[in-house]
């Protein structure tokens, strides 16, 4: 059966988000990828960000990543739509998931969705610290940062993600043991962070707006 554009569009930028290390998983599935290498192949619609969001989804739950616990993922949304409610723009539609990464880390993507990783939840020393990075990442979401950046980025400009699945995948078969993952993964979300680049001046307002919603939802600055 043959995909719609912006589905192989959304396809691709979930390859493209997710990390080159994922091409060989996504081929097993025989998805074809346009290029977007383009600023006009690259521009991001509301419905191709929302189907990017929902594949986005289905890839991280396919690969058994996303935690399903009801009382965590009632914390976890507690917890941040209580920050969306004090943004600039409590409008915005937001997916927050919770994976199943011992890493100290949290991004957003194209459709709102946010992620964050139990290590976050883990080694965080109060909830404000949580929120901080939460607030953060919703700054991103809510100053059109992510949109920007895909808008203009080329296959090797934006981060890895699913190289992380890939190498969770291939500890499991090894046998490698919980410690061995977690210096990969440790590996890899810093090859992640590093491949985000946003612009400073994003950082920066991503920094101030989050604050500004820290303050507003009544956390500790």
Do not use: W
């Not at 965080?124 to 990075?133: F, L, N």
């Not at 680049?197 to 009544?218: H, K, P, Q, W």
Request: aromatic share 4%.
């Amino acid at each position: 059966m043959n995909e719609s554009p912006r589905r192989r569009l959304a396809a691709h930028c979930l390859s493209a988000l997710l990390g080159l290390a994922a091409v060989p998983l996504l081929a097993q599935e025989d998805i074809r990828l346009p290029d977007i290498g383009s600023s006009a192949g690259a521009v991001l619609s509301r419905q191709d960000e929302q189907e990017y969001a929902k594949e986005l989804m289905r890839q991280l739950r396919q690969y058994q990543l996303v935690v399903e616990d009801p009382l965590l993922v009632e914390y976890l949304d507690t917890l941040a739509y209580r920050l969306v409610e004090a943004s600039d723009r409590p409008s915005t539609e937001f997916t927050f998931v919770l994976l199943n990464i011992p890493v100290v880390n949290a991004f957003a993507t194209p459709g709102g969705v946010v992620a964050v990783h139990t290590g976050l939840i883990l080694e965080a020393r109060s909830e404000s610290e949580v929120a901080a990075v939460i607030a953060h990442e919703i700054a991103h979401v809510t100053q059109h940062h992510i949109a920007r950046r895909v808008e203009g980025a080329t296959l090797d400009q934006i981060p890895i993600l699913l190289g992380m699945v890939g190498a969770i995948l291939a500890g499991g078969a090894s046998g490698s043991g919980d410690a061995a993952q977690a210096a990969v993964l440790g590996g890899v979300a810093l090859m992640q962070q590093r491949q985000i680049n946003f612009t400073r001046s994003n950082e920066y307002e991503a920094d101030r707006v989050g604050i500004t919603t820290l303050a507003r939802a009544s956390f500790d600055v």
